[in-house]
């Protein structure tokens, strides 16, 4: 039954780039329950899905494993697609993002397979998290792990960077505006959100 699968519940886990209080909660049936690689769902959406400008499809999702992600717009054509970008953490909220770009128009079903291994052997039911369906413009993952970090500031210095002044009047003069008198490394002021 769809109530004993899907459930909207209270976010196990508010933290990092979501922080909502409420999110879909999936009962993953594994292969001793009758479960299949196209675990998921399908939905009609009212009003229709229009890809005409807002092309991206973004699902945040919190599970205990990476695996892969399917997304499906179906209408004519219709278009099932796996995610661009690859579930990148375990155990934290990751946005995942769906392309497509190759249509046009309103669709009025989407099918959504958060776990997509084929082939599937998961014996035991799995809880899966799913929160903040939406289609943008932007094909960029919202957070998540970050590759090819420069700087974070996380050991109380500027790490790599020596940070001149600039766009302050006079330009990179220390003696008018000192670097250390116009950039610090604090603590986050709001540690929320996206950081």
């Not at 519940?9 to 999110?23: L, M």
């Amino acid at each position: 039954p769809v109530d004993e699968t899907f459930m909207v519940i209270d976010n196990p886990d508010a933290s990092g780039i979501n922080t909502s209080s409420k999110v879909l909660k999936f009962i993953r049936r594994g292969t001793d329950n009758g479960g299949q690689p196209w675990g998921g769902f399908w939905a009609n959406v009212d009003p229709n899905i229009d890809v005409t400008t807002n092309k991206y499809a973004h699902v945040m999702v919190w599970k205990p494993m990476i695996s892969p992600l399917k997304f499906k717009l179906e209408g004519s054509p219709t278009l099932e697609t796996a995610s661009m970008n690859v579930q990148s953490d375990a155990g934290m909220w990751v946005d995942i993002v769906f392309d497509f770009s190759t249509l046009t128009g309103n669709y009025a079903v989407m099918s959504l397979m958060p776990d997509f291994q084929d082939p599937f052997a998961t014996a035991e039911d799995v809880d899966l998290y799913i929160d903040n369906i939406q289609f943008t413009s932007d094909p960029n993952p919202i957070g998540g792990s970050i590759t090819g970090m420069i700087a974070d500031f996380e050991n109380g210095t500027t790490g790599p960077l020596t940070l001149h002044v600039q766009g302050c009047g006079d330009y990179d003069n220390d003696a008018i505006h000192p670097v250390d008198e116009t950039f610090m490394v604090i603590d986050n002021p709001d540690a929320s959100g996206i950081n």
